[in-house]
């Protein structure tokens, strides 16, 4: 069986969960004699003259065959079209569909690549199976998380509320009174995928029922799989058939553990180490630790923030050179075989995350590695994080909530950790439900 995992970017320049995760199901589906390969869009792609319009290129990492195409912005201007319609995207995997003679299609992230990764398959008569791995279907950040700060339950006023939202200067043009009448004018008509031409009249057009557009499409594929209940139940109330969604949560890898160092017993410690692993972004809830941090009037704790500044430069380079508490160490990112080294130095891991998480794999990162969990209440992280058995929950945003939890733990961690967090599913698991989905929809033996 030969089956193409297509997502927004890979390995190994770009390293987030998304990419760890389809790392892990090609290479163990590879192992079980599936041809499994990749087809990656490359938003960091570099062109070697101006006339070109796009890329293709073949690579193997690791062992998994991987296809890369990158398509040049001058043939699609408009950012906003562009992460859903992208036309040269789309014939660029329709052509490479072809060339294989894929048996499957398994979509884990169409940014980038836009609704020819769910058009192209099905023009074909192949089975498609969506992963989703955030909100992106129903919300242009993905996040259903307002500028302000705000959880978004989804795209007001029929997208024209998520306009200023996106980009605040898409915002201020749109609202110079002949464009918004413009744009109010045409806002019930389909956003033509051929034309790309960049202005803001288009630019918040293509905003316009783009959610519609995209669940319309979603209800095409063959089976959504959702990661977390929450996930799955956010996606439902948004129109997505009940009766096409398969709930799997994420396996792990036991690869990205290897040669992890034992940890050392809490109470033979002299100070709580507490940890951040992940992004330095607003929505990933950093500023709200550090503030829990100032409110702890201890000195025996310490914390460690392990993460990139890459995603929001402006918010991390301000947040991190803002630190001035001698307990507060900012290591920066680490290289994935680092992780279990990371893990095995920390006492307990925060997530104080301000959006509906999906499954953060930062939190069965840390379960797996036996450290308990301190996460805000808020989307699938109650689903793993269980009081009492896993870790604690705080509500979402609030410093001083948080900095009580920790104080508690600092107090008496040998009573408060003595938690036994029980190892989230391995990726064999999903491996072998993965494949029985395969297996049933190609209709071949499993």
Same mark, same amino acid.
């Given at each position: 069986?030969?089956?193409?995992? =297509?997502?927004?970017?890979?390995?190994?320049?770009?390293?987030?969960?998304?990419?760890?995760?389809?790392?892990?199901?090609?290479?163990?589906?590879?192992?079980? /004699?599936?041809?499994?390969?990749?087809?990656?869009?490359?938003?960091?792609?570099?062109?070697?003259?101006?006339?070109?319009?796009?890329?293709?290129?073949?690579?193997?990492?690791?062992?998994?065959?991987?296809?890369?195409?990158?398509?040049?912005?001058?043939?699609? &201007?408009?950012?906003?079209?562009?992460?859903?319609? $992208?036309?040269?995207? @789309?014939?660029?995997?329709?052509?490479?569909?072809?060339?294989?003679?894929?048996?499957?299609?398994?979509?884990f992230h169409p940014r980038n690549i836009g609704t020819g990764a769910i058009e192209?398959?099905?023009?074909?008569?192949?089975?498609?199976?969506?992963?989703?791995?955030?909100?992106?279907?129903?919300?242009? $950040?993905?996040?259903?998380?307002?500028?302000?700060? #705000?959880?978004?339950? %989804?795209?007001?006023? /029929? %997208?024209?509320?998520?306009?200023?939202?996106?980009?605040?200067?898409?915002?201020?043009?749109?609202?110079?009174?002949?464009?918004?009448?413009?744009?109010?004018?045409?806002?019930?008509? &389909?956003?033509?995928?051929?034309?790309?031409?960049?202005?803001?009249?288009?630019?918040?057009?293509?905003?316009?029922?783009?959610?519609?557009?995209?669940?319309?499409?979603?209800?095409?594929?063959?089976?959504?799989?959702?990661?977390?209940?929450?996930?799955?139940?956010?996606?439902?109330?948004?129109?997505?058939?009940?009766?096409?969604?398969?709930?799997?949560?994420?396996?792990?890898?036991?690869?990205?553990?290897? %040669?992890?160092?034992?940890?050392?017993?809490?109470?033979?410690?002299?100070?709580?180490?507490?940890?951040?692993?992940?992004?330095?972004?607003?929505?990933?809830?950093?500023?709200?630790?550090?503030?829990?941090?100032?409110?702890?009037d201890r000195g025996d704790v310490h914390l460690h923030l392990h993460g990139s500044?890459?995603?929001?430069?402006?918010?991390?380079?301000?947040?991190?050179?803002?630190?001035?508490?001698?307990?507060?160490?900012?290591? /920066?990112?680490?290289?994935?075989?680092?992780?279990?080294?990371?893990?095995?130095?920390?006492?307990?891991?925060?997530?104080?995350?301000?959006?509906?998480? $999906?499954?953060?794999? #930062?939190?069965?990162?840390?379960?797996?590695?036996?450290?308990?969990?301190? =996460? #805000?209440?808020?989307?699938?992280?109650?689903?793993?994080?269980? &009081?009492?058995?896993?870790?604690?929950?705080?509500?979402?945003?609030?410093?001083?909530?948080?900095?009580?939890?920790?104080?508690?733990?600092?107090?008496?961690?040998?009573?408060?950790?003595?938690?036994?967090?029980?190892?989230?599913?391995?990726?064999?698991? $999903?491996?072998?439900?993965?494949?029985?989905?395969?297996?049933?929809?190609? @209709?071949?033996? =499993?």
């Amino acid at each position: 069986m030969k089956v193409l995992l =297509a997502l927004h970017q890979y390995l190994p320049r770009h390293i987030t969960g998304t990419e760890q995760y389809v790392r892990a199901l090609a290479r163990g589906l590879r192992r079980r /004699g599936v041809d499994a390969r990749v087809l990656a869009y490359e938003p960091l792609v570099q062109f070697d003259s101006p006339e070109r319009l796009f890329v293709e290129r073949d690579e193997v990492v690791e062992d998994v065959p991987v296809r890369r195409i990158g398509v040049h912005h001058r043939q699609s &201007p408009n950012p906003e079209l562009r992460d859903y319609e $992208n036309p040269l995207a @789309g014939q660029l995997l329709a052509r490479h569909l072809d060339e294989v003679g894929f048996d499957l299609v398994h979509l884990f992230h169409p940014r980038n690549i836009g609704t020819g990764a769910i058009e192209e398959p099905k023009l074909r008569g192949l089975p498609l199976v969506v992963h989703l791995m955030d909100f992106w279907w129903i919300c242009p $950040n993905y996040l259903l998380w307002r500028r302000d700060g #705000s959880l978004c339950d %989804g795209p007001p006023q /029929g %997208g024209a509320g998520c306009i200023a939202c996106v980009d605040e200067r898409l915002g201020a043009a749109v609202a110079e009174r002949r464009i918004e009448r413009q744009v109010r004018r045409i806002g019930a008509r &389909p956003t033509p995928a051929g034309n790309q031409g960049a202005s803001a009249v288009r630019q918040a057009h293509a905003l316009l029922g783009r959610k519609e557009h995209l669940m319309a499409r979603l209800a095409q594929a063959d089976r959504v799989v959702a990661p977390s209940r929450f996930l799955a139940g956010v996606y439902q109330d948004h129109g997505l058939p009940a009766a096409r969604i398969v709930h799997l949560p994420y396996g792990l890898d036991p690869e990205r553990f290897a %040669g992890m160092p034992p940890r050392k017993a809490v109470a033979g410690r002299p100070r709580l180490d507490v940890g951040y692993v992940g992004s330095i972004s607003r929505h990933k809830g950093v500023h709200v630790l550090l503030d829990a941090m100032r409110r702890l009037d201890r000195g025996d704790v310490h914390l460690h923030l392990h993460g990139s500044r890459d995603s929001q430069p402006g918010y991390s380079e301000a947040l991190v050179d803002g630190i001035d508490d001698p307990r507060v160490t900012f290591h /920066g990112a680490f290289a994935p075989i680092e992780l279990g080294r990371v893990l095995a130095g920390l006492d307990v891991l925060v997530v104080p995350s301000l959006w509906y998480e $999906n499954t953060p794999f #930062s939190v069965l990162e840390a379960l797996h590695a036996g450290v308990p969990v301190v =996460a #805000s209440d808020l989307g699938g992280i109650a689903e793993i994080v269980v &009081p009492g058995a896993t870790g604690m929950l705080f509500p979402a945003g609030d410093a001083v909530a948080l900095a009580a939890v920790l104080d508690r733990i600092a107090a008496d961690p040998a009573r408060e950790l003595a938690l036994r967090p029980a190892r989230p599913p391995g990726i064999d698991d $999903n491996l072998d439900r993965l494949g029985a989905l395969y297996a049933e929809l190609v @209709g071949a033996p =499993a």
